[in-house]
Nanobody, 126 residues
Framework: QVQLVESGGGLVQAGGSLRLSCAVSGLTFRMYAMAWFRQAPGKEREFVSAVSRDGGSTRYADSVKGRFTISRDNAKNTVYLQMNILKPEDTAAYYC???????????????????WGQGTQVTVSS
């Protein structure tokens, strides 16, 4: 059974930092690209960042470039999202997702991801 479990969310002031983690089990983690998405109340799900199987390739939404960093530890079956210089508009539920198909690129399309975590809430106060 594939499980993705996010943690690390919370309440932080604008300008602060948080580090999200997503622990994955039930699949061969190193074989699959991983991504983070977010969804704010009343808004559509939004791509945040993705990382390739070996961590060598990453991509980011323009809104988080230069502030967020995605990484993974294949020995720990975990993907991370370091979020710095947080803004109130970063407030959302953050979800990690696994792309179980052997693409040659990291996708920013949520429809390309097959397994999802339950989400962790990030709230940034102004």
């Amino acid at each position: 059974q594939v499980q993705l479990v996010e943690s690390g969310g919370g309440l932080v002031q604008a300008g602060g930092s948080l580090r999200l983690s997503c622990a994955v089990s039930g699949l061969t983690f190193r074989m699959y690209a991983m991504a983070w998405f977010r969804q704010a109340p009343g808004k559509e799900r939004e791509f945040v960042s993705a990382v390739s199987r070996d961590g060598g390739s990453t991509r980011y939404a323009d809104s988080v470039k230069g502030r967020f960093t995605i990484s993974r530890d294949n020995a720990k079956n975990t993907v991370y999202l370091q979020m710095n210089i947080l803004k109130p508009e970063d407030t959302a539920a953050y979800y990690c997702a696994a792309d179980l198909r052997p693409r040659g690129y990291t996708s920013g399309n949520g429809d390309d991801y097959d397994r999802w975590g339950q989400g962790t809430q990030v709230t940034v106060s102004s």
